[in-house]
């Protein structure tokens, strides 16, 4: 047993004892004081003034109010169809696929589906604006662009969880 923990403490012993030979010998290690050449690029960068944007072109702000108000009507139609559509699901919950109460639930989710249109065709023209806007870098009115695009990708997650909860409640295909 002794003799097996001394062979691997010998060897290492030779190991370290010849990489120190290496660096104490003849060679001297390279220094590491800064050259002249690495100094040459210290310099402070230019300072860039960036204009903060602007209030958004007259052209702009219409079709903005335009698309905040499809959304608020998506959500009204949506807000007034869901309780028909929960009461058709939940009466369906135990029915068997392609049943007449499971047919019927899905096409009340459908319709469910139907009616936030306007909410994700506006939410689509908001994003297609925004990179436009965002190429040809015309900053004016971006954040009142961003916020109203917040604001209804916010309603459009909201509708999604409840259809989602809704399609759980039905039995699979």
Do not use: H
Not at 42 to 67: C, E, I, K, M
Not at 113 to 125: K, Q, W
Not at 134 to 147: C, F, K, T
């Amino acid at each position: 047993m002794k003799r097996a923990l001394l062979f691997p403490l010998l060897m290492a012993g030779l190991s370290l004892s010849a990489c120190a030979g290496a660096v104490g010998g003849g060679a001297a290690a390279p220094s590491l004081a800064k050259r002249p050449v690495e100094g040459r690029f210290d310099v402070a960068p230019p300072s860039v003034a960036v204009t903060p944007p602007g209030p958004l072109p007259a052209d702009l702000a219409g079709r903005l109010a335009r698309w905040d108000a499809d959304g608020t009507a998506a959500q009204q139609a949506f807000a007034a169809e869901r309780g028909t559509t929960a009461s058709l699901v939940s009466a369906a919950a135990g029915a068997p696929i392609a049943s007449e109460r499971w047919v019927v639930a899905q096409q009340a989710i459908s319709r469910l589906i139907a009616a936030r249109a306007p909410l994700t065709a506006a939410l689509a023209d908001i994003d297609r604006l925004y990179l436009e806007r965002s190429i040809d870098e015309a900053v004016d009115g971006l954040p009142d662009v961003y916020a109203l695009r917040e604001r209804l990708a916010d309603t459009a997650s909201a509708q999604d969880a409840v259809i989602q909860a809704l399609s759980n409640q039905l039995p699979g295909e």
